[in-house]
């Protein structure tokens, strides 16, 4: 049998969705090959290991309605990748984890094996904190030449995933469905950038539509892919966490950003630092765990010097990157509310500040106010 | 023998005369309506030959023709039972008087003869008086209202029989002067006064420049947090209603039956606060004869939208060109009918479904929902927008302070001299106030120096703030001029208009 033949059984047998993708590989490897799944009875089927009668049935409807070469061709002319656990594309890292998936399905490109890699994930519904910290983080490391993986997900993913691009960097996204398909829809325009500067990959066929069972899975890719992993931001329980028990599984060291114990948005983060994970607070510090000899040029940070008047100056400073209301701005400042409000257009103008509900504004950028 | 008096009808909120003709002759006993009449018109033949036989006239055994004209405009209403009564009755000799030329007699007729109210009285009897009647007979349940216009002769009516011996001239009634005790100043204020608004600093200056420029608004702001009682305050710094706003707005409450109980005309801007399952209809007015909506309620005074995200889109969509015309025109098989609607648009919202965002420790919200909840209310309609200002939840330390704040008093104060700034700059360009400037006037109205035209430019740019959004800043920034008493805009004056904006929702 040649490559293509075998390619066009196994691309059947990875498009089989199922919720425990890490049995894909292993049912192909007691069969001997997926041509012969793709060929035994209901009786032989069953016979093998994992393979429950539903399953079973599962599989025979899967191939009737199944054309093998023309689903091959349809792959291939919608631009989409499709690499085997045994191709030498497969990603290194990915295929020495516990679990790793039958096959990958890959719009743009596979992440490089000669660049370090690191996961950054966190909350979708994220605070201004966690969407500054995800966007320096990413853009720093990206900045160092190293891939963001994440989920494009809403929140910390896409954000972290959006700013590795805009600093220039590469960046892949690992998918709860199929390939083509890009959820959330409001990441249309990283979805697009992404196939251009790095790559949306899947362990699932192109007809999986996103599903909430899917997603758990899919994280385990993410750290698998990653040499580290990055939290930014996390509630207690949340798929965040998931990802970061699955992360351990792999070996893959953890480290997280931490954040105030109050703030119900960093209890995961901060209870993973109390378990042993590493704290980091720079980009930098990251680099040194990837590796020991990094130098770093540029280790003192130069904040940006900005003119600010007294008022200005005096209201920046009690902005935070948590939001805080106008009447508490103008309470702790001791200014009158008309200056306040003088002040943060002004700071809005700048640049430094931001309305994030009506009334409510965060801090956006570091600056040194002279 | 043939007779007939004038009676009154109402065309939306307009009246327009009608001649009652009656007669009876010799024939096959009978009693016909004629004149383009509906239902409840055409059920005053019972009402009318009850009455008259229950206050002891004899109803005449003979063929009776009553003719309501003009006959191609259709008749509704119960108002003309009175009227065909009279004219029966002189017809039958009963009244031998002739019935002056200069009186009209509106009122419905209960089966045993008296007189009872019917709506719309104020409308008819204004456009009675510019037509030259002197006199107005009406139901004495609604002498109060018909008095509201002055110039012209009230005469309250109980019963039948009363207004037959009053027409033979056999007992006088005296024409009621309408209640004149209590100065114009003395108004009914309920509850609502500033004064009693704790806090909500940044809510409380919206709300004035709001006023001060008949700028719609929005509030945004967690559940409880006071949104509906600032929106209540409204009429209370917006400056009383003039005597032909009052008469204005009177009539329309007139005619949709909501004067019976007052005494005086309104003085008191209306507020109006439809909950939010209404529909786009009682909205906009509407139904067989139109009857004016909540937009035309809230004529001169608040339209008021609390949980505005919640209203249906179409209902909130219909807004969209009475708030551009001022006025709403309603078209049904009857003929098309136009109902005044120049309101200020006030709506109140929750930051997000659950109402705690952007405190992200309560908040359950994801970012979608708060998109999709935002995205309920339109970009048109918010365009249309001019401020939005966030209502904080009030600490308990605030709440539990007596002090009282600035009144709706001295607020008023200021927002009408800034109304009167605007009125003589405006003077002769068809427009009252900074809200209603378009594009053109912006550029003639909204002065500012060269200097500061720049940095608005830079800012704007910066900021992101689309060129639709150029416009609403420049007349928010107009009126925050107008309450300082500056001719000119300042820098200050855009940086708190641009903090007015609604960007942030769009």
Known sequence: ?370 | MLSSVLSFGIHGIEGFCVKVEADISDGMPMFELVGYLSGEVREARERVRTALKNKGFTFPVKRITVNLSPGNIRKQGTGYDLPMAVAILSAMGEIRQEIPGDTIILGELMLNGDVTGINGILPMVIKARSMGIKRCIIPYENRDEGAMADDVEIIGVHDIREIALYLNGEYEIEPYKGVRSGSDEETSYNACDLKYVKGQKVARRGLEIAASGMHNMLMVGAPGAGKSMLAKCIPTILPPLTKEEALEVSSIYSVAGLLKSSKRLMRERPFVSPHHTVTDVAMTGGGVYPRPGNISLAHRGVLFLDEMAEFSRYTLEVLRQPLEDRSITVARNQGTYVFPADFMLVGAMNPCPCGAYPDLSKCTCTEPQRKRYLNRLSRPLLDRMDICVDVERLSYECMLDDALSESSADVRKRVMEAHERQKIRFEGSGILFNSQMGAEETGRFCRMSDDIRKWFMDALERLDISARSYNKILKVARTIADIAGSDEIEREHLKEAMFLNNSYII
């Open chain 1, 1 to 370: 049998m040649d490559n293509t033949e075998q390619m066009k059984y196994d691309y059947w047998w990875a498009g089989m969705d199922r919720a425990y993708p890490g049995s894909v590989k292993k049912t192909a490897l007691s069969a001997g090959g997926t041509k012969h799944l793709y060929e035994m009875d209901r009786e032989e089927l069953i016979n093998l290991e994992g393979i429950s009668e539903k399953y079973a049935d599962d599989i025979i409807k899967k191939r009737q309605n199944w054309n093998l070469d023309a689903e091959y061709e349809k792959l291939l002319s919608m631009g989409i990748d499709f690499i085997p656990y045994y191709d030498v594309r497969y990603p290194e890292r990915l295929k020495m984890t516990q679990g790793h998936p039958f096959g990958l399905f890959c719009k743009g490109s596979l992440p490089p094996g000669d660049v370090y890699c690191v996961a950054v994930i966190g909350a979708r519904n994220c605070s201004e904190y966690g969407r500054m910290m995800a966007r320096r983080f990413a853009s720093d490391l990206a900045g160092y030449g190293v891939t963001i993986v994440s989920g494009m997900a809403y929140g910390i993913d896409g954000i972290s995933q959006e700013a590795a691009l805009n600093a220039g960097g590469r960046s892949y996204a690992v998918l709860g469905c199929g390939v083509n398909t890009c959820y959330p829809a409001s990441n249309r325009v990283l979805y697009e950038r992404l196939k251009e500067n790095g790559g949306v990959l899947s362990e699932y066929g192109i007809y999986t539509k996103p599903s909430a069972r899917l997603f758990p899975a899919r994280n385990r890719i993410i750290s698998g892919l990653a040499d580290i992993l990055l939290v930014v931001e996390a509630r207690e329980k949340s798929g965040t966490m998931i990802t970061v028990d699955m992360a351990l599984e792999q070996g893959r060291e953890v480290t997280v950003i931490p954040g105030r114990i109050t703030d119900p948005l960093s209890t995961g983060c901060n209870r993973l630092i109390k378990q042993g994970a590493t704290p980091v607070m720079s980009a930098e510090d990251i680099m040194y765990m990837l590796d020991e000899s990094f130098d770093n040029n540029r280790k003192t940070v130069k904040l940006p010097k900005v003119k600010l008047d007294k008022n200005e100056k005096k209201v920046y400073e009690l902005l935070e990157p948590y939001a805080r209301s106008i009447g508490d701005l103008s309470e702790a400042s001791g200014l009158e509310l008309k200056d306040v409000i003088c002040s943060l257009v002004e700071l809005g103008i700048k640049g430094l500040a931001a309305e994030t509900g009506k009334g409510y504004y965060v801090r956006t950028r570091e600056c040194l106010a002279v």
